[in-house]
């Protein structure tokens, strides 16, 4: 099999995966956002309570420590899906692909 031949079967490999890849990056992005937000309120919840209460700032710390670094953590991963996201762009365009015909990019902005 020539080199051609097999850089058109691999463009076609990839232009079957796209939808599925894309489908599964939406999913993977908008659960990350829902995560994001639940442990943000989860925060939120637990430190208006203890103020609430007249509680010390001492009491619960670790617990908002550890709330904390769920948050960061998932601040983490949402930044790696976005890199993901911007390669597996990159790698559409390189091999000529029209990533915007799958879906799921209507309406947003990047500024």
Do not use: C, W
Request: no cysteine; net charge negative; charged share 20%.
């Amino acid at each position: 099999m020539s080199n051609i031949a097999i850089l058109r079967q691999a463009i076609i490999g990839l232009r079957e995966a796209v939808p599925q890849i894309s489908s599964q990056l939406r999913a993977a992005e908008h659960d990350a956002d829902l995560f994001l937000s639940s442990t943000a309120k989860l925060l939120s919840i637990v430190v208006e309570s203890r103020m609430t209460t007249n509680l010390s700032a001492a009491v619960g710390q670790d617990v908002i420590d550890n709330i904390s670094h769920a948050l960061s953590s998932a601040a983490d991963s949402r930044r790696s899906l976005v890199e993901a996201h911007n390669r597996l762009a990159a790698i559409g365009e390189k091999f000529g692909l029209d990533i915007s015909a799958y879906g799921g990019g209507e309406g947003k902005e990047n500024p």
